[in-house]
């Protein structure tokens, strides 16, 4: 069992930052990938961003150039910076692992073998 919590959700105005954070715990030693996926009001969750043990990382086109994956393995920390921020980004943020899926496989999945409740990011004047 892996455990996954979010955290550094919150408002800011458009053009602005925030950096996500996750915390694993737990059988983490058996990972292959993490993920960043968003659910926007009014639309289906999707892949953000994944990232491989062995630092591989993959983004939605919607983000490239804009967010950064990446992860802290002597911490077990899985980070999501986020710069210049837009209202279309705003939505709930989910971390998520999976034991076998790659960083592309993880942008595009639909589902991973685990996931946080989520955090809360708003982007508003």
């Known amino acids: 069992q892996v455990d996954l919590v979010e955290s550094g959700g919150g408002s800011v105005q458009p053009g602005g930052s925030l950096r996500l954070s996750c915390k694993a715990s737990g059988y983490t030693e058996y990972l292959h990938s993490m993920g960043w996926f968003r659910q926007l009001p009014g639309k289906e969750r999707e892949g953000v961003a994944g990232?491989?043990?062995?630092?591989?990382?993959s983004y939605a086109d919607s983000v490239k150039g804009r967010f950064t994956i990446s992860k802290d393995n002597a911490r077990n920390i899985l980070y999501l910076q986020m710069n210049s921020l837009q209202p279309e980004d705003t939505g709930m943020y989910f971390c998520?692992?999976?034991?076998?899926?790659?960083?592309?496989?993880?942008?595009?999945?639909?589902?991973?073998?685990?996931w946080g409740k989520g955090t809360l990011v708003t982007i508003a004047s």
């Open positions: 990232i491989d043990s062995d630092g591989g990382t």
């Open positions: 998520a692992a999976d034991l076998g899926q790659n960083p592309q496989q993880v942008v595009n999945a639909v589902s991973m073998d685990y």
